[in-house]
């Protein structure tokens, strides 16, 4: 089985100031994924902004985006329902009346950096619940051992469909710390038969990612998880990082997994009938 790559091409919180090559516009975000996609990315991990650049669940920006992705390439659209901190949850969740293929769900609320991160228990299980009757796969990002233990409890109440999909979250001040002996501890404690990927925020970015790759995990790539491609070193966009991690999975002998593969390993469900 091929390794799946994830372009998130924006986060929920840094803007052009940060690097006046992040995509924020509906456009700029469809040209960055069309551009991973030519890289090798199958997965697009989708954050979206208003026109001053703030984080938004708005459906028309939604819509849009998409349209705009589907027009351009076949990649499968992972719409973020985390969307970004001072976005209720209940303008969050409405994105995955939108049918994207997959979506985040967040198991537990948690700080996030300066802020707060909201994802109550029973809005969660609505969440998935809704996610489920949908088909929609959820991309279960967990930031630390205790949301490991959430998921799980989602998957025995009948609410998460198999294969799990991880996405192992280090780096965030208030979740975990990026370092080898947490990323191991997360990896060992993970269900049999689970999916998973690593994502790395900032400087620690390349050597998690690279961990992981060899470890049997997916990749991430993208300005979301960091801004740099190097120290001190501004990424000159996102193709620069998904470039990388196509770079790292070749060195480690890994082939990519294409859409279809992506579909299968991930166990998505046939929307085009
Ligand atoms: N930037 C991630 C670590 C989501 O997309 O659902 C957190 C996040 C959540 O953005
Ligand atoms: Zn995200």
Redesign the pocket.
């Known amino acids: 089985m091929g390794v799946v790559i994830t372009v998130?091409p924006t986060?929920?919180?840094a803007t052009k100031a940060d690097n006046p090559h992040l995509p924020t516009s509906p456009e700029e975000i469809a040209e960055a994924v069309a551009d991973a996609y030519q890289a090798g990315a199958s997965v697009a991990?989708i954050?979206l902004r208003d026109e001053r650049q703030r984080p938004t669940a708005d459906l028309d920006i939604a819509r849009r985006t998409m349209d705009l992705i589907e027009a351009r390439c076949p990649i499968l659209i992972q719409l973020?329902?985390?969307?970004?901190l001072s976005v209720p949850f209940e303008e969050?969740e409405r994105l995955v009346e939108l049918r994207p293929r997959m979506?985040?769900?967040?198991p537990c609320s948690m700080s996030?950096g300066d802020g707060e991160?909201r994802n109550p228990p029973d809005k969660v299980r609505r969440l998935a619940a809704r996610m489920r009757e949908l088909g929609i796969k959820p991309?279960l990002?967990i930031?630390d051992t205790g949301h490991l233990e959430a998921c799980l409890r989602l998957w025995k109440e009948g609410l998460l469909a198999e294969p799990l999909q991880f996405?192992l979250?280090l780096g965030?001040r208030g979740?975990m710390a990026a370092t080898a002996d947490n990323l191991l501890t997360m990896v060992r404690r993970l269900p049999p038969g689970a999916i998973w990927q690593v994502?790395a925020?900032g400087r620690h970015n390349l050597p998690l990612t690279a961990m992981g790759l060899a470890l049997g995990g997916n990749a991430r790539a993208g300005l979301?998880?960091t801004l740099h491609l190097r120290k001190d070193e501004l990424a000159p966009g996102n193709r620069s990082l998904v470039d990388r991690a196509v770079t790292l999975a070749h060195d480690l002998d890994l082939p990519l997994a294409g859409i279809e593969e992506t579909e299968q390993l991930l166990g998505l469900p046939d929307r085009k009938s």
């Open positions: 998130a986060g929920p919180i991990h954050h973020s329902t985390g969307v970004g969050r979506a985040t769900l967040n996030f991160f991309e990002e930031y996405s979250v965030v979740g994502i925020i979301e998880d």
